[in-house]
C-alpha cells in the first residue's frame, strides 16, 4: 500500500481538522496505527469524541485520493508528511500544522526562516526597502518566507534571489492554480532556489479564506514576522498576530507617518514591535546560537538600485540623489547643487526614458521597475 494512503485517508474523515489531526499523531506516532486501534483507544485522545471516533474507523477512503498522491508525483512534486525528516521543524510544534505538504523544490529542515510579509499594493518604498532587507537576509544565510502574493511578497522573494539565497513561498491555492498568475516565472525561480509550499490539493482555487489559513505557516516555519507596508486592516496583521500566539518575534518596518499604507506597521510598533531599519536589526533579536553560525554582514548593506550605465554624469547624479519617497525639486535642487533651468531638463529627459516619474506639486521619484 501507498505510505500515503493513510495520511490522506485520516485527513479527509470529517469533523478531523488539523489540530485533531495532529493530537491523534502525537498519540498514536503514525496514521497506520490510527486505524488499527479501537474506539476506547481513540478515546484517550483530548478532543475526540465517541461519534468522531467511530466515524474514523468507518469511513472509506475516498477513491479520488491515489489519483491526487499519483498526481503529485507524475508533476514531480513531493509530498512531505508531519513526520518527515525535511518537514519544517518549527511549524511542526505549532497546535495546528498540515498534516503534510505539498513541495515543489527542496525544503531544508535545518534553514533559519523569517518570514517578510506586507500590502499587495505597495508603494516604490516598500518595494525597495523589501528587497534590500530581504537580500540582506539572504547574504546573511536567512531563508525569506513569503506569500508570493503582488507587492511586498513578490519583493521579498525577489529580494532574497538577489542576495543569492533560498526563499520559500507559501501558496493559498493548489499547484494547478498559481495566484498571482503573472507569478508563474517567479515560482520556478523560488523552486530551482529553494521551494514553493502548500497544504492544499493540487486544483485547489485561490478563494480568500485560503489566505489567513495559509498566514499560520508562513510564520510558524520561522522565527519571526517581518511586515512591511500594512494598513490597519491589511491582512499582514494575521500573519502579526499569528506569530504573536506561535511565540515568535514580530518586526515592523516604518513607513512615512504621512502615508496610511504604513498605519498597521506604525500600530505594530507601537505595541512592542521591534523596529527595523536594517537586517541586522532583525539578527540581534535571534538567540546567540544563531547569531554565532552566521557569517559577518557588511557594513554596507545591499543596495538593490543600482545607477544605470547609460546615464550621463550629471543625469547619474540626479538618479543617485532621488529615492521611491518623492521629493520635490526645489529639495532636488538643493541635494543636487543644480539650477532650476538645468535640473528640469535632465529630470525630462529621465522621465522620457522612463527611470523617474513625476508627481502633482512637482514631486518626482525613483520609478520602481528600474530597481534591482
Known sequence: ??????????KSVPGIGNLLFKRLIDHFESPERIFQTTPADLLRVEGLSPRLAAA???HKMPENIQKEIDLVRQKGYQIVTLLASDYPPLLRKIADPPPYLYVHGKLDPAAHNIAVVGSRHATAYGILTTKRLCADLAARNITVVS???????????????????????????????????ENHRLLQRIAENGAV????????????????????????MSLGAVVVEATRKSGSLITARLAVEQNREVFAVPGS????????????IKQGAKLVEHAQDILDELSPALQASLPVLPENPTDTRKTPSSLSA??????EALSPYPIHIDDLGRKTGMDSGRLC????????????????????????KQIG
Do not use: C
Not at 550629471?314 to 538618479?319: F, G, N, S, V
Open 257 to 268: 507617518i504621512q502615508s496610511f499604507k504604513s498605519t498597521g506597521t506604525h500600530t505594530l
Open 147 to 181: 506569500g508570493m502574493a503582488r507587492g511586498i511578497d513578490t519583493a521579498a522573494h525577489e529580494g532574497a534571489l538577489l542576495g543569492q539565497g533560498p526563499t520559500v513561498a507559501v501558496l493559498g491555492s493548489g499547484f494547478d492554480r498559481i495566484y498571482p498568475a
Open 1 to 10: 500500500m501507498d505510505k500515503l494512503l493513510p495520511w490522506f485517508h485520516l
Open 56 to 58: 474514523i474507523l468507518q
Open 197 to 220: 509550499i502548500s497544504e492544499f490539493p493540487l486544483a485547489t482555487k485561490p478563494e480568500a479564506h485560503n489566505f489567513p489559513v495559509r498566514n499560520r505557516i508562513i510564520s510558524g
Open 345 to 368: 531638463g535632465l529630470l525630462l529627459q529621465l522621465e522620457l526614458k522612463g527611470i523617474v516619474q513625476q508627481t502633482a506639486g512637482k514631486l518626482f521619484s525613483i520609478v520602481v
Open 314 to 319: 550629471d543625469e547619474a547624479l540626479i538618479y
